[in-house]
């Protein structure tokens, strides 16, 4: 296993390399850099979401050479060519596209994010500010999705076309197909004063008066705020978790070994949680990386939006938006080592839950 270990953690740099050069690389094609922001602010020109993105393709968001800079960057006639030049430098443009990847590996291998273009704080805080939120939405939407849809996933198997499956079923595939941010809205407008109660708040994590609060009002505050979200984001993770379980659980029921511990006198209990569980359960952890990944950093975008909470899924629209690369690509590169690091750990516990996977005699 250490052996094995070892070649996924190499692996993980020609990926993450790979991953960020993509990136790097398209992000050289889109309109509307840094520079053209800022142009596009001291000019008094549109800068609306819409505006940046749409805006034409024909300038490029880096310099292409030359000392006419009105025909590098948008809205730059009649500006002073050295205030052009101290932007380019600024932002780093002034140096060569490879140059600027490279050094911004370095740094990333030294865990030196920079800071934002924008807002004069580093990326690394920006991302810890913004954490408490994703946080909060993605540890207790797994742990709903989890605890609710597994149970509820083994009981539809164990009673495979009873009226409780077909019931159960009906209500899974509804709540599936209705979108989060819609069921979301719906909830603002009967909960959370809009045309009928106000029993929930529309906006942030907790009250403004939460540090004058005690302990266990803090706690009921903080969940208070968080309901409606939740509901909103379980929606999905619901119902997906909860049929992968079901046809999981059905197709090893329906294996000989059941067949054989069935006969051996063992109780249905016995045989669904001593044997059908363990193998059950593969499928399930195999889902989970995907499923803590999307449930962290970009499941929540909408709902973050909708509920007004500053996470990290607004963070990373804003920035693509207003082309902030230290915190896209700072964010992008966080993410995707999570991701592979919560790739690994599922792969362990997979040989933790069925000893007989073993990861070293098979080709990486």
Do not use: C
Request: hydrophobic share 50%; charged share 20%.
């Amino acid at each position: 296993m250490g052996a094995y270990i070892l070649r996924r953690l190499l692996l993980m740099i020609p990926t993450i390399v790979g991953i960020m050069g993509i990136s790097f690389l398209v992000i050289q094609f889109a309109p509307g850099g840094p520079i053209e922001q800022v142009i596009s602010e001291l000019t008094g020109q549109g800068n609306s979401a819409t505006e940046r993105i749409s805006g034409g393709g024909d300038f490029q968001s880096q310099p292409v050479g030359g000392d006419d800079f009105s025909s590098k960057y948008r809205g730059a006639q009649g500006l002073d060519p050295e205030f052009i030049a101290k932007l380019e430098k600024q932002f780093g443009f002034d140096k060569p596209a490879t140059e600027r990847f490279l050094l911004m590996m370095w740094n990333y291998i030294r865990f030196d994010f920079g800071e934002s273009y924008f807002r004069d704080v580093s990326v690394l805080d920006l991302i810890i500010e913004k954490m408490p939120v994703s946080i909060s939405l993605g540890i207790w939407i797994l742990l709903i999705s989890y605890i609710i849809s597994v149970p509820l996933g083994i009981k539809k198997a164990v009673s495979d076309g009873s009226r409780f499956d077909i019931w159960t079923s009906g209500v899974i595939i509804i709540a599936y197909a209705v979108p989060g941010f819609l069921f979301g809205i719906m909830l603002i407008v009967m909960f959370a004063g809009g045309s009928f109660f106000d029993w929930f708040p529309l906006r942030g994590l907790v009250s403004d008066n939460f540090a004058d609060l005690s302990w266990w009002e803090k706690i009921l505050d903080y969940f208070w705020h968080l309901t409606l979200p939740l509901i909103s984001l379980a929606l999905a993770a619901f119902a997906t978790t909860t049929l992968l379980t079901k046809n999981s659980f059905i197709d090893e029921i329906r294996k000989q070994y059941v067949t054989t511990a069935r006969a051996k006198g063992l109780s249905e209990r016995q045989v669904l949680y001593g044997h059908v569980f363990r193998n059950a359960m593969l499928i399930i952890i195999a889902g989970f990386p995907a499923a803590f990944i999307t449930a962290f950093f970009s499941g929540s975008l909408l709902i973050e939006t909708i509920f007004s909470l500053d996470g990290l899924g607004r963070l990373g629209f804003e920035s693509v938006v207003k082309r902030d690369y230290p915190v896209v690509f700072g964010t992008l590169f966080i993410f995707s080592l999570m991701g592979l690091v919560v790739s690994l750990i599922s792969d362990l516990v997979y040989t933790w839950v069925d000893p007989r996977i073993d990861f070293e005699r098979r080709d990486v």
